[in-house]
């Protein structure tokens, strides 16, 4: 079975601009959640998708957003893009999203850079 | 809210060694314990996970972590490190929930480097 896919590994971007992330799930998982990876706040939660509804935010700010189709995809954007939004930003999904006890099966990331 | 401390930003070790990485974690809530591995360039794997029973969980390539829930930790050992073994580790942990959403809180990481 293939693992979790994000499209694309990375990607350069300058500030003001706004950019779209993608992540495949594994075939199967109906759970989709969001994290950046920064050197200096290490992993946070952006936001968890399920069944095409978001179910849980972290505490970022409303230029973050995202969304899921009705195959498990989902997309997150960020628009009018900061020098501090330069992050891994990485995808985990998980079977049903019935329990926190569930594991979550984590992509490869995108790596986006803002100049 | 949750939060979780990991203690040694670095650790080196010399291959053979045994090695400990320590975490601790704040919850007013009961939570699921989790240590996720991640070697470089590539995404977050899980290592091993404390649910409930047993309070020492091990993982396939010889790992385990022992939750001790009078001093909210979650050390993670291996009695012998081979140099395959250096990667960054995180310790995170997971309110208990139902059948709705869920997050990680995720510590800072060790960077655990092999010596050989």
């Known amino acids: 079975k293939a693992g979790v896919t994000q499209t694309p590994r990375y990607l350069i971007k300058t500030r003001g601009q706004q950019v779209t992330l993608s992540c495949s799930p594994i075939?199967?998982?109906?759970?989709v959640s969001w994290y950046q990876q920064t050197p200096g706040q290490g992993l946070q939660f952006l936001f968890e998708?399920?069944?095409?509804?978001?179910?849980n935010k972290g505490n970022f700010p409303g230029r973050f957003s995202g969304r899921q189709f009705s195959n498990s995809r989902s997309e997150m954007n960020v628009s009018t893009l900061e020098l501090g939004d330069s992050a891994l930003y990485l995808c985990?999904?998980?079977?049903?999203?019935?329990?926190?006890?569930?594991?979550?099966?984590f992509g490869p990331g995108t790596r986006l850079l803002v100049l | 809210a949750q939060s979780v401390t990991q203690l040694d930003s670095q650790v080196p070790v010399f291959e053979e060694a045994p090695v400990e990485l320590r975490c601790n974690y704040s919850?007013?809530?009961?939570?699921?314990l989790f240590w996720y591995v991640q070697y470089p360039n590539q995404g977050l794997q899980l290592l091993l996970k404390?649910?409930?029973?047993?309070?020492l969980v091990e993982s396939i390539n010889g790992f385990e972590a022992e939750f001790n829930k009078s001093q909210t930790s979650f050390h993670l050992r291996k009695p012998s490190v081979h140099i395959s073994d250096t990667a960054e580790y995180f310790c995170?942990?997971?309110?208990?929930?139902?059948?709705?959403?869920?997050?990680?809180?995720f510590g800072k990481g060790t960077k655990l480097s092999v010596i050989p």
């Open positions: 985990a999904s998980s079977v049903s999203g019935g329990g926190s006890q569930e594991t979550q099966y």
């Open positions: 075939s199967g998982h109906r759970s």
């Open positions: 998708y399920f069944s095409e509804t978001q179910r």
């Open positions: 919850s007013s809530v009961s939570v699921y």
């Open positions: 404390y649910l409930s029973g047993s309070t």
């Open positions: 995170a942990v997971s309110p208990y929930s139902g059948a709705g959403s869920y997050q990680l809180t």
